[in-house]
């Protein structure tokens, strides 16, 4: 639930080496004429929060009390949909769409099915390797990985530039990343609507992204979240909701591997081109990767 969360909403598939999404879709629009500069809208500036800096306790509190119900859970299940815009051919925003049924038993197993607007991956970690596998093409990729959650979703990001949205909730101090770049955080209210529960909303800004989320007022479990960069011209909006929670489940080892690794035609683990920017550095280069790509 911090900044990273949707720093980066290419889905896995880039790591095979199959053609973004947001790409190919972008390619099969058809180009339609500009519109007369006197009818196109200003650029809007980027959103500032430095006037109204502050942290209310009751922010702080339903963020803490969130992160806490996260690291607390030694294993669980959870259906993550992104929404992202990006710009179009002719200016306007198109919405792109992925889905991921995720299962983590902590400390060292993750699998991520990623379904969407394109190409089916899939990832397993099962505490001694990584596997990214594209159905599609039968294509595996394997390496060894650390021996935990958080440093394989490091590795992966370095190594092969993998990157899931929705990776703050899968490591072991959510609050951590939130606590360091925050500066502004205040309570919006409730909503009956969003996850089917009431839910509190709060907003906040951390690491330069204004992020507005739906978190469980009883069970504490983050529902949505929306978010803007503060430096993006455009304002364009992200999305991730989060749904089926299942907390303290007991998947089975067979669940972190795929039997396709024995058949699958086998593909070098590595980054596509560009090559993925330090970790100092992620925060701010991926927006500007993912419209690069567009």
Not at 43 to 52: G, L
Not at 147 to 162: G, S
Not at 219 to 242: C, G, I, S, T
Request: glycine share 4%; aromatic share 8%.
């Amino acid at each position: 639930m911090t900044s990273k969360t949707f720093v980066c909403t290419m889905p896995l598939l880039l790591v095979l080496g199959v053609v973004a999404l947001s790409t190919a879709a972008t390619a099969q629009t058809p180009a339609k004429p500009t519109p007369p500069a006197a009818k196109k809208a200003a650029p809007r500036k980027p959103v500032s929060t430095e006037a109204h800096s502050g942290l209310e306790p009751k922010a702080i509190d339903i963020l803490k009390a969130s992160s806490a119900k996260l690291a607390s859970a030694q294993s669980m299940s959870f259906t993550a949909v992104v929404t992202y815009e990006s710009p179009s051919r002719v200016g306007f925003p198109l919405s792109y769409t992925t889905k991921s049924d995720v299962v983590l038993q902590r400390p060292n197993k993750l699998r991520v099915i990623t379904l969407g607007d394109g190409p089916a991956s899939e990832f397993y970690y099962d505490g001694k390797q990584m596997m990214a596998y594209s159905p599609a093409e039968d294509m595996l990729a394997i390496a060894d990985a650390p021996p935990t959650v958080d440093a394989t979703l490091e590795t992966a990001y370095h190594k092969a530039a993998i990157y899931f949205p929705f990776d703050d909730v899968l490591v072991t101090d959510p609050y951590k990343d939130i606590a360091a770049d925050m500066r502004l955080a205040f309570y919006v209210g409730q909503s009956n609507v969003v996850g089917g529960v009431t839910t509190d909303i709060v907003a906040y800004d951390s690491g330069g992204v204004f992020i507005e989320a739906w978190i469980g007022t009883e069970d504490k479990l983050p529902r949505m979240l929306r978010a803007v960069y503060a430096d993006d011209p455009l304002q364009l909006r992200h999305e991730l909701e989060l749904s089926n929670w299942k907390l303290e489940v007991s998947p089975s080892d067979d669940q972190f591997t795929t039997p396709k690794a024995a058949t699958a035609k086998r593909i070098q683990f590595a980054a596509p081109d560009p090559a993925p920017v330090p970790a100092k550095s992620k925060a701010a280069a991926k927006p500007a990767q993912q419209s690069k790509a567009q």
